[in-house]
């Protein structure tokens, strides 16, 4: 799990309780490339700790988002590379008092590195994160877009998770830091059958965490990162519970992105024409954590390689070969005049606000819901990740 390096994170404040607004928020959004190539990153706006996975046609990521609520974005997409969003996995942090911004606080705490899955034999979306080292809660949709509602909690708190749904059914969950587990869950997804060490990271590699767990062509892997300069995987032929051998995929790899960091803590996803590409994150001032793509190969004894371009992730790869898409996605920017009787999922609050204190219909109404010198505590705080490498926002 990679922490952002400030409280709030790389977000425009649109406007706070001590004020009221109604109107537009206005980046500016940068040119796509050529249709016969795509450009990294795919999304330059701040999500970290990507999870991503295809059902049918349609691709979808989830990834971190700490304090603020809703939490676990859904996002969508038809090639990878032009994404929308699409709703939350999870509604609101009802995970106590802090994360109500109402005499403690939360930052840097709530929704980090976490899971999204699908079960077709239930058509079911499922969402697994764990809370402030407490335990696991589990969140089920039938859409993607929604309405999710939490499923279950479990006690075990599974770290940095991957949730599995094995081709005959059966729920596996890896997670952990350097000591990596895997747990079974029961039929019904709402409690553990068991769990097991199945790996311990050498010292010589140093700390591996970020679960996620795949079966591919009957072998386990379990994807790993180290953070924040390297990305490992777990190879088993014996089943979910090991024995794991391990590889390095990428060691201080050359990001996309000028002034970036190292691609890492993202997944591997399978297109439907059955080419692989992995979507990680690069951390990169001042907009965040930004998702990258770059296409997948598999040596003749079943380990993933990353797809460089003289020696480092591309810049620039071609476009995935997929069907056109059914629609164009929703723009991630652009003017917003609040004419619903909710938020767009765009929007997300720092901490749960005041539901008696604001209001969506022909604009937005924020109305006092703290008086206090110090922006990290006034509640009712309404955000929007800024767009890179620059942008403008007008109200």
């Not at 589990?138 to 749904?165: F, H, K, M, Q």
């Not at 970020?210 to 953070?227: A, E, V």
Request: charged residues 15%.
């Amino acid at each position: 799990m990679s922490c952002p390096d400030q409280p709030v994170g790389r977000r425009r404040v649109l406007a706070t309780a001590t004020g009221l607004a109604a109107g537009a928020l206005l980046p500016l959004t940068p040119a796509r490339a050529a249709a016969a190539t795509y450009t990294n990153p795919v999304i330059w706006q701040d999500f970290a700790d990507i999870d991503v996975i295809r059902v049918g046609a349609t691709y979808y990521a989830s990834a971190s988002t700490m304090h603020y609520s809703p939490g676990a974005p859904v996002l969508r997409s038809y090639d990878l590379v032009n994404w929308e969003i699409a709703g939350h996995s999870v509604p609101t942090l009802d995970f106590g008092a802090k994360y109500d911004l109402n005499g403690a606080r939360g930052y840097v705490r709530g929704v980090w590195a976490s899971s999204l899955a699908y079960r077709a034999s239930n058509r079911t979306f499922y969402w697994l994160g764990q809370i402030d080292f407490a335990r696991t809660y589990v969140y089920t949709a039938t859409a993607a877009e929604g309405p999710w509602s939490r499923l279950t909690t479990i006690s075990t708190p599974y770290y940095d998770a991957g949730l599995l749904v094995d081709t005959d059914d059966t729920l596996y969950v890896a997670y952990g830091n350097t000591t990596i587990n895997v747990a079974q869950l029961s039929p019904d997804g709402r409690g553990q059958v068991r769990t097991q060490q199945v790996f311990t990271t050498p010292s010589s590699v140093g700390a591996l965490e970020g679960s996620r767990f795949y079966k591919i062509n009957g072998q386990y892997y379990i994807f790993l990162t180290r953070p924040a300069n390297g990305q490992y995987v777990l190879k088993s032929s014996g089943g979910p519970f090991g024995p794991y051998t391990l590889r390095q995929v990428l060691l201080d790899l050359r990001g996309p992105i000028p002034g970036g960091g190292v691609p890492h803590q993202g997944g591997l996803v399978q297109t439907q024409s059955g080419a692989w590409y992995y979507l990680a994150f690069v951390d990169a001032y001042p907009g965040g954590r930004m998702p990258v793509l770059a296409p997948v190969s598999w040596t003749s004894d079943g380990w993933p390689v990353v797809q460089l371009v003289n020696g480092g992730w591309g810049a620039s790869y071609p476009q995935p070969a997929l069907p056109a898409p059914p629609r164009q996605v929703t723009p991630m920017t652009g003017v917003d005049t609040f004419d619903g009787t909710t938020l767009k999922p765009g929007w997300e609050w720092n901490h749960n606000p005041d539901p008696g204190k604001w209001s969506v219909g022909d604009g937005l109404t924020l109305r006092t819901a703290t008086v206090t010198a110090d922006l990290y505590w006034a509640r009712n705080t309404l955000t929007h990740r800024i767009q890179g490498p620059t942008s403008t926002a007008t109200v």
